[in-house]
């Protein structure tokens, strides 16, 4: 009898702990599923050129992860634009249409792209503002500092990848957020075209979590 009288308790106990786990992971992938930042790239290092311009068209599905559990975020469609405007700098302007269960939301970046290596390596600067729904503009200004780095193996070849930096210019207390793109170009002329899948994830620093995604672009230069 006594055995049995401790058994139920632990089982109970167990039971609970089970519970709990299982709340607080879907607490905190309900969390992360609010509305994450877009942050896949979908181009690669090599600037456009000055007289030359470039447009992109993008789709993404985001997942949320936490614990070893997943949950669909939301999916985005983007449109990039980009212009030679010097031998080592592009400006390039980007939108994104957010739609996430609890309704639509909306991002816009421009910046210059910086030129490091020639065809290899560049830095891009945008600065970006979201709106939509309850969101406050003021609190989603964004510098995002982003790394790209692309190896070519001939004209229909090429993979880039990427990182970037959220720096929230009005809101010190947003996570500090990374996020890493791995990206193919494929073509039959990369100097006029390419299809773009690329997977990325973004990780805030201080928390396990992280978003993860997956994107198709098609880019045509001129």
């Given at each position: 009898m006594t055995t049995m009288r401790w058994q139920q308790p632990n089982s109970d106990l167990e039971a609970h702990r089970k519970l709990t786990g299982t709340l607080l992971t879907a607490m905190a992938l309900i969390s992360a599923a609010a509305c994450a930042p877009p942050f896949s790239e979908l181009q690669s290092a090599r600037l456009v ?174």
């Open positions: 050129g000055v007289g030359h311009r470039e447009v992109t068209a993008g789709y993404n599905t985001v997942n949320a992860g936490y614990a070893g559990q997943s949950a669909h975020v939301q999916n985005e469609v983007s449109a990039q634009a980009a212009f030679g405007v010097a031998a080592n700098t592009d400006i390039r302007a980007r939108y994104d249409h957010i739609a996430t269960a609890d309704g639509s939301f909306h991002a816009l970046s421009a910046g210059p792209k910086f030129g490091l290596v020639k065809d290899a390596v560049s830095l891009y600067l945008p600065v970006g503002i979201g709106w939509g729904g309850e969101v406050e503009s003021a609190r989603t200004l964004v510098l995002n500092p982003t790394l790209l780095a692309t190896g070519r193996f001939d004209q229909h070849a090429e993979v880039t990848g990427s990182m970037k930096y959220y720096w929230w210019m009005h809101n010190t207390n947003e996570p500090k957020l990374f996020a890493w793109n791995l990206g193919l170009g494929l073509s039959s002329d990369l100097d006029r075209w390419a299809l773009r899948p690329e997977v990325g994830l973004l990780r805030d620093v201080k928390d396990s979590g992280h978003n993860a995604q997956f994107s198709l672009g098609l880019t045509i230069r001129r």
